[in-house]
């Protein structure tokens, strides 16, 4: 879960306005709407904090499936695949028409 979205969600489930979680924490309003829709992101510890003066807590859970990050190597041959694919497309010749081939649908 992203950290604005759990923001967002403990703030209501305390029955918070952002404004009265701003002035718990002593910070803006501003701040709390930017953590909520993603253009600002807190550090783990103001989360944290956040979380606790909502009633909530912060915590650690293990994930289903790790995370694997492609190889430098997974990474080249995807790479040269995509060119591929795009040298492909810019080689396929164009042809406009000048009328639909098919009928227009008519409005409902």
């Not at 803006?28 to 009633?55: D, H």
């Amino acid at each position: 879960m992203e950290a604005g979205v759990a923001l967002r969600d403990a703030r209501l489930a305390a029955g918070l306005s952002q404004r009265e979680l701003a002035d718990r924490v002593g910070t803006s309003q501003a701040t709390i709407s930017a953590y909520e829709n993603g253009s600002k992101q807190p550090s783990v510890a103001t989360l944290s904090r956040l979380l606790a003066a909502s009633g909530s807590r912060l915590t650690v859970a293990q994930a289903r499936q790790p995370v694997v990050e492609p190889s430098a190597r997974q990474l080249k041959r995807t790479a040269r695949a995509l060119a591929d694919v795009l040298a492909l497309a810019e080689a396929l010749p164009v042809r406009h028409r000048r009328e639909l081939k098919y009928p227009r649908l008519a409005p409902q």
